[in-house]
């Protein structure tokens, strides 16, 4: 039991190029989550998927686009990375919205050039 | 969704001692959850207390809540330099399902 994994761990991007960040849990859960974490601040939500095949926007969603490509997986892209996107990126999930515990995945750490 | 305020935003103890944060939020809440976040790691969820709970313990963390103040405690007990640390509380109140993380409280436990 895994938990929740994302992939890569560390990644470098020039401004503009694109990436996706992958997200799997093996937990069976419903709902996922993707947050950014910036050096001295809290989490802030970017999107969210409050069950398969249902995707909605957070706090800061602008230059983010989201799949829930099935249950298990939920991917974050980056069309065109700019520099005030270099952070930390953490997936998450919990089995039915709030009244759940989320389970954070190791984050991955994003550096836009 | 609402964001939760800790206080402090940090606290050095020595190890042996007991650290105490605080949360403080704006409207009415369904639960509150507290997480830690280990130095480059992701969250891990400590406990979370319910809106008609009071105080709730689990191992050396002893959480409690008091709706009339909107605020909610977090006390860990006999504290190791392994609990060094950033706290987050997250109080949650609506019917959606996102969790809003403040700046958290950053622990660090002196050998």
């Known amino acids: 039991n895994a938990g929740v994994t994302q992939t890569p761990k560390f990644q470098v991007l020039k401004t503009g190029q694109s990436m996706t960040l992958q997200c799997a849990q093996d937990?069976?859960?419903?709902?996922m989550y993707w947050y950014r974490q910036d050096p001295g601040m809290g989490l802030r939500l970017i999107y969210y998927?409050?069950?398969?095949?249902?995707?909605d926007k957070g706090e800061v969603p602008n230059g983010y686009n989201v799949s829930r490509l099935n249950k298990r997986e939920f991917s974050l892209r980056l069309e065109s990375a700019a520099p005030s996107q270099t952070s930390v990126y953490f997936c998450?999930?919990?089995?039915?919205?709030?009244?759940?515990?989320?389970?954070f995945g190791p984050g991955t750490r994003l550096l836009v050039l | 969704s609402q964001q939760g305020e800790e206080d402090p935003q940090a606290l050095s103890i020595q190890e042996g001692e007991n650290a105490t944060m605080n949360c403080s939020y704006k409207?009415?809440?369904?639960?509150l959850q507290w997480y830690r976040q280990n130095s480059g790691r992701g969250l891990v969820h400590l406990i979370l207390?319910?809106?008609?709970?009071r105080e709730k313990h689990s191992g050396r963390l002893r959480v409690t809540l008091d709706t009339s103040k909107k605020s909610s405690s977090l006390l860990i007990t006999a504290s190791r330099a392994a609990d060094t640390a950033s706290y987050f509380c997250?109080?949650?109140?609506?019917?959606?399902?996102?969790?809003?993380f403040g700046k958290g409280t950053l622990l660090t436990v002196n050998p």
């Open positions: 937990m069976n859960h419903n709902s």
């Open positions: 998927s409050a069950s398969e095949g249902t995707t």
């Open positions: 997250a109080p949650e109140g609506g019917s959606n399902y996102k969790l809003t």
């Open positions: 409207t009415s809440i369904n639960n």
């Open positions: 998450a999930s919990s089995k039915s919205g709030l009244q759940e515990t989320q389970y």
């Open positions: 207390i319910r809106s008609n709970e």
